[in-house]
């Protein structure tokens, strides 16, 4: 395969912890972790609450320095890489975050928002300026005649999450890692920009890393998924086999907690607890996959 956009190899991140005699040791938010995304995927990484997914976003944003490990963008390390390096880098890379709203500059509108970026990364002249914020907002799927006079407080979540998108795709990026894009919208909203990341990402050949909690979006557009544990891998592969047949008791526990909507992972753990009940007698163990 191609050489991967973004790698990342022995990652580890601790926090706290005291150096001296008898302290404590440090927490590893992040044990060793390495992942590849390659051009053009959906890589999707879930876990509970606290197993590190931000932190492990923040890294390979650039965002955060590893305590060990190393990340590469395409083959290259970034502790060797130079401020012309870290603008193609920080241009290629883009976030978009949880929380729109603090996201945004409060005091900016829509099309200062947007025009500031273009700026900034000379992607647009004083002539095409204009007509590059109205095919910025058109492409997801907002009016420019009606929202780039707005301010962020005057738009609703999912507007101001469009808006976030679009300042992240201003930049023709090939890779977005989003944490949680959609977990602070209404469940309707959810639906309408998970749609516009996945037609974005289709027009673009754009990769995506998504951080989501909700393993119904993650069986509906990513690729691979990797699972973290208490900063962790622990289990890693096409989304349908992880999903749909999970070889970790934690992955199984996680999708045993989840509703699950998809009647083929539905049908698939029918039958993985139609295997079991084959195989032997039922324990609580082999039963954590059962449908709820
Ligand atoms: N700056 C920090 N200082 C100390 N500990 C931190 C810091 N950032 C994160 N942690 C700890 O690292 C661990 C992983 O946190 P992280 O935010 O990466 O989890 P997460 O998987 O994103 O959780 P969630 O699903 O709730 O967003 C947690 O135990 C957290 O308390
Ligand atoms: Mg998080």
């Known amino acids: 395969m191609s050489v991967p956009i973004l790698s990342a190899r022995a990652i580890v991140k601790s926090f706290g912890g005291r150096r001296w005699f008898g ?66 880098f920080r241009k290629a890379v883009q976030p978009v975050f949880q929380d729109p709203a603090s996201s945004l500059n409060p005091r900016m509108r829509v099309e200062s928002t947007l025009s500031h970026v273009l700026r900034r990364h000379k992607l647009a002249t004083r002539d095409t300026l204009d007509a590059e914020i109205g095919s910025l907002l058109a492409s997801v799927g907002l009016d420019a005649a009606q929202f780039r006079d707005r301010y962020p407080h005057q738009l609703s979540g999912g507007q101001q999450q469009r808006i976030a998108i679009a300042r992240a ?15 602070s919208l209404d469940m309707s909203v959810q639906a309408q920009i998970l749609d516009l990341l996945v037609s974005l990402k289709a027009t673009r050949n754009l990769g995506l890393v998504l951080i989501s909690h909700d393993l119904n979006v993650v069986d509906a557009i990513s690729d691979r998924v990797i699972v973290m544990y208490l900063g962790r891998i622990v289990e890693a592969g096409p989304t349908r086999q992880v999903l749909g047949n999970p070889s970790n008791d934690y992955t199984r526990s996680l999708l045993a907690a989840k509703l699950v909507a998809d009647p083929h992972i539905a049908r698939a753990r029918r039958r993985a607890v139609d295997d079991a009940r084959a195989s032997g007698p039922i324990s609580p163990s082999n039963l954590q996959g059962a449908p709820q």
């Open 23 to 88: 302290g404590a040791a440090p927490k590893r938010a992040v044990d060793a972790v390495d992942l590849d995304v390659h051009e053009g995927e959906t890589l999707a990484i879930v876990g509970e609450s606290g197993s590190g997914k931000s932190t492990l976003a923040r890294i390979l944003l650039g965002l955060a320095r590893p305590t060990a490990g190393t990340v590469e963008y395409q083959g290259q390390r970034v502790e060797s890489f130079t401020s012309a390096d870290w603008a193609t």
């Open 169 to 183: 795709m201003a930049v023709r990026p090939r890779l977005i890692i989003a944490d949680e894009p959609l977990s």
